[in-house]
């Protein structure tokens, strides 16, 4: 049954101006695609070698540099994403491309297993392929998303089914094409243009053996609701609420530039970004004036401008949904120091002070360019703070104290810690949170680690 809601389209994202459409896959091409990628796997994943599909990865990553412009420029026209930061998000794409082409035969070997002392003979744990998977991808990032799914399980032999966002189709179709063109067989990667209902479908059925979803709680519970009935292991990255902690620093002004880096990134939408700035007393009235001047300094622009800081959000559905959280964060008393300014389907830099608890702003993420500054006493007053959300994805910490940087970053309850640095993402880190921001990880070791067989064979003395 289709969801007629579900339309693939190029929607531009400053004026909602309809740029281009394409027709949903229907349910024989569905089923015909779901058996061409079981038959792919049964077929080319078991009889191709690991240093097969390394070097097809090797290939992938040769083509997102050829391609980057055209890859790049189809980003922005989709999501408005500030040119430099996608041409930087599809050069990403091809160093985690490589990075598991590079050691894919290091994730994948053999692990002895010592035995008790006493016994015979040996034994080891041996990785394999468990089948077809299913990536449902976001719009925030077009390309980054699919690297860090596809990437380690086509390496791994698993074969692909990818459904990217509604409002991506050309991103999808082109990144589709690099893995045909880089040799990998039919079947091994595919993209399908399906609504929410196929998709429903789809994770049920018995051939497809796990879930990747990075998107909205909401999302994140509908999926792992279809997957628990159907026993199908899932992956799920669902956003999140980070917390900048400052406590001490000699360079408030490095401070500063990293704080507006990590909120503007994207837009102001990029799940693991800085969103909340809990600053320790003695620095709060300087980082606040330094950080609400260097947040007034950026203006809204074209985004397919080289330099361009910040482009408009990546619909006008997105604006709308912005615009209604900030009228609720006034009317329940948060002070806007600066911004908050929409124009057309951007907004100007925001920055709230006194976000309390019973104001829904206090738990809300706010997708966007919109900080919240709390005033924090002490390190214990931070940490509860930092910890008081749903999510739990990312967090950072600046701190001249390596004592007290590593007891924080204990105490912070969060899947990743980021000390004195921000846009520190690299392929060999793995990426991922707990709570309401989602479960299993992404990226570096782990992330060849979620969708595998890990086969005991013992074998006797």
């Known amino acids: 049954m289709n969801d007629t809601a579900t339309v693939y389209a190029v929607t531009d994202p400053a004026t909602g101006d309809t740029l281009a459409t394409f027709p949903t896959i229907t349910d024989d091409e569905l089923r015909g695609a779901v058996d061409t ?3 792919t796997h049964a077929g080319w994943s078991r009889t191709s070698t690991v240093a097969d599909r390394a070097a097809l990865l090797h290939r992938v990553a040769e083509l997102y540099r050829e391609r980057r412009d055209d890859l790049a420029a189809t980003i922005v026209r989709e999501m408005a994403k500030p040119i430099d930061q996608a041409v930087g998000e599809v050069d990403f794409c091809a160093d985690i491309y490589d990075y598991y082409a590079d050691h894919a035969e290091e994730f994948l070997a053999d692990q002895p297993i010592v035995l008790a002392d006493g016994s015979e003979g040996s034994a080891f744990i041996r990785k394999s392929s468990i089948g077809v998977l299913l990536g449902i991808m976001p719009w925030n990032f077009p390309a980054y998303q699919i690297a860090r799914f596809a990437g380690p399980n086509l390496v791994i032999g698993n074969t692909v089914l990818l459904k990217h966002a509604p409002q991506c189709p050309e991103s999808a179709l082109a ?4 893995f045909h063109d880089a040799g990998f067989p039919v079947g091994a990667y595919t993209n399908v243009f399906a609504t929410n209902d196929q998709v429903a479908d789809v994770i049920a059925d018995p051939r497809v053996q796990g879930v990747s979803l990075t998107g909205s709680a909401r999302a994140g519970a509908a999926v792992a609701e279809i997957a628990g009935r159907n026993l199908t292991k899932v992956v799920l990255e669902l956003g999140g609420s980070d917390p900048f902690i400052l406590l001490s620093t000699d360079d408030l002004d490095a401070v500063v530039e990293s704080a507006v880096a990590t909120r503007l990134e994207g837009n102001g939408q990029v799940c693991n970004a800085a969103k909340r700035f809990l600053v320790a007393d003695h620095l709060y009235d300087d ?8 947040m007034a300094a950026v203006a809204p622009t074209d985004p397919t401008t080289p330099g361009a800081e910040l482009g408009p959000l990546s ?3 997105a604006a709308d949904r912005l615009a ?3 009228d609720s964060a006034r009317e329940q008393g948060a002070t806007v120091v600066t911004g908050g300014e929409r124009q057309g389907n951007a907004f100007t830099p925001t920055v709230l002070t006194g976000v309390t608890p019973d104001n829904d702003a206090y738990r809300e993420e706010f997708f966007g360019p919109v900080a919240a500054v709390y ?7 931070a940490i509860t703070i930092a910890n008081d959300t749903p999510y739990g994805l990312g967090s950072y910490l600046f701190t001249t104290d390596a004592e007290q940087a590593l007891r924080v970053a204990d105490r912070i309850e969060a899947g990743m810690v980021y000390v004195n640095i921000v846009g520190a993402d690299s392929p060999e880190l793995p990426f991922g949170g707990v709570k309401a921001s989602g479960f299993g990880r992404e990226l570096g070791p782990l992330g060849a680690d979620e969708f595998v067989n890990k086969k005991l064979i013992r074998i006797g003395g």
């Open 37 to 39: 990628a079981d038959q």
């Open 175 to 178: 990144i589709e094409a690099i």
């Open 287 to 294: 980082f606040l004036a330094k950080f609400t001047a260097a």
């Open 315 to 317: 619909s006008p559905a």
């Open 324 to 326: 209604a959280q900030l």
């Open 375 to 381: 005033r924090v006493e002490d390190e214990d007053a």
